[in-house]
C-alpha cells in the first residue's frame, strides 16, 4: 500500500503533476498493490482523470471528515 497526505489550505486543488508523481511512484517504485491519495482539498480534474486511469483511490476533505465521523469510505470498498 502507498499513501500520500496534502494538507492544503484555501480553495487549493491537487494538480495532475502531484498526481502524475504519486501514481508513477506508487506503481513503478513501490510496486504498490494499493494506492491512496488523501487530500484537505479536492482534486483538479486532470488529477482525477489521472488516479482513475492509474487506479488511485482520491479521498478529500469531505470524504475524510465523514470517514473519521464513522461513514464507510466509498474508495476503499
Request: hydrophobic share 50%.
Amino acid at each position: 500500500m502507498a499513501v500520500q497526505c496534502k494538507n492544503h489550505v484555501g480553495h487549493r486543488y491537487v494538480s495532475s503533476s502531484a498526481m502524475q508523481r504519486f501514481a508513477g511512484a506508487a506503481r513503478a517504485v513501490d510496486r504498490a498493490d494499493i494506492a491512496l491519495f488523501v487530500a484537505t482539498s479536492d482534486f483538479s480534474s486532470e488529477a482525477q482523470a489521472i488516479a482513475e486511469l492509474a487506479g488511485v483511490l482520491t479521498v478529500n476533505r469531505l470524504q475524510s471528515e465523514a470517514w473519521s465521523a464513522g461513514t464507510p469510505l466509498k474508495a476503499l470498498r
